[in-house]
């Protein structure tokens, strides 16, 4: 169907055109003057509507940002360069612009920018080298999202990446694949001195006690961010997994 521009501008031209004004070519024109309204009312109707579509077209045109968003579908591991407040607050919560500089498996590396809001009591976990999973447009590097930890797939790729810098053993990743989930408890925790990737290597002593089970002790040794220690102190329950063949080698998931 014509638009209201091309109703108009015919119009128009059979005004200047045209040797009896009363009678239209156009159909709509015509068949409105056979009930006694004039043409150039009718004129006047649609450009009223084609002001109103212009006003209101955002209502239906597509959000090029929502569209960039739905094909941020690459997964890679990035890290924290920079934040910044953009100085919008929602509800008390100020909001931040996260910059991550994130390493693809193929291609150079690039800093997207993440914008989220962050309650002040987590205002201080935006430190610099902070790992973040995040998912990216390959054509659009300009932003990014924070990958779901509770997917599957980006479980796995997180633990392959942790495996690949050396933060996580291969038997450690063993477990968390394929071992079995039990409740545990922080008995006893000592540095061991190193660190790697900015994060400190931890021994901890776990009294296993699973739910339909006899308890037992296990150590297990492994790298652990700064900023999730608060969490396995002497008390602290935590989950752990491990292989039926070896329970006393645990692998320990620590989320902030």
């Known amino acids: 169907m014509a638009g209201p521009g091309c109703w108009l501008a015919a119009w128009a031209l059979e005004g200047l055109t045209a040797?009896?004004?009363?009678?239209?070519?156009?159909?709509?024109?015509?068949?409105?003057?056979?009930?006694?309204?004039?043409?150039?009312?009718?004129?006047?109707?649609?450009g009223v509507g084609w002001g109103l579509m212009a006003t209101f077209s955002?209502?239906?045109t597509p959000d090029p940002g929502k569209a960039r968003r739905r094909r941020a579908t690459a997964f890679a591991m990035g890290r924290l360069v920079e934040s910044a407040r953009t100085g919008v607050t929602i509800n008390d919560v100020p909001q931040y612009d996260l910059y991550i500089r994130v390493g693809p498996g193929e291609g150079g590396e690039f800093i997207g920018r993440y914008r989220t809001?962050?309650?002040?009591?987590?205002?201080?976990?935006?430190?610099?080298?902070?790992?973040?999973?995040?998912?990216?447009?390959?054509?659009?590097?300009?932003?990014?999202?924070l990958a779901d930890l509770d997917d599957a797939a980006v479980q796995r790729a997180v633990i392959d990446w942790r495996v690949e810098r050396g933060l996580l053993s291969?038997?450690?990743?063993?477990?968390?694949?394929?071992?079995?989930?039990?409740?545990?408890?922080?008995?006893?925790?000592?540095?061991?001195?190193?660190?790697?990737?900015?994060?400190?290597?931890?021994t901890l002593t776990l009294l296993m006690a699973p739910e339909d089970g006899a308890a037992w002790e296990a150590e297990s040794t492994g790298f652990v961010?700064?900023?999730?220690?608060?969490?396995?102190?002497?008390?602290?329950p935590v989950l752990a997994w491990y292989l039926p063949g070896a329970p006393f080698g645990p692998a320990v998931e620590v989320r902030r």
């Open 19 to 46: 040797a009896d004004q009363r009678v239209s070519r156009l159909p709509v024109l015509s068949s409105t003057a056979q009930y006694g309204m004039p043409p150039f009312v009718v004129a006047l109707l649609i």
């Open 225 to 236: 961010d700064p900023d999730a220690l608060s969490a396995i102190q002497v008390g602290s």
């Open 117 to 145: 809001l962050v309650p002040a009591s987590e205002a201080a976990l935006l430190r610099r080298g902070t790992p973040l999973p995040v998912r990216y447009n390959p054509a659009n590097h300009d932003t990014v999202r």
């Open 58 to 60: 955002w209502a239906w």
């Open 170 to 202: 291969a038997a450690h990743s063993r477990a968390l694949r394929d071992g079995v989930e039990t409740p545990a408890s922080v008995t006893a925790l000592r540095p061991t001195g190193r660190r790697r990737d900015g994060e400190v290597e931890m």
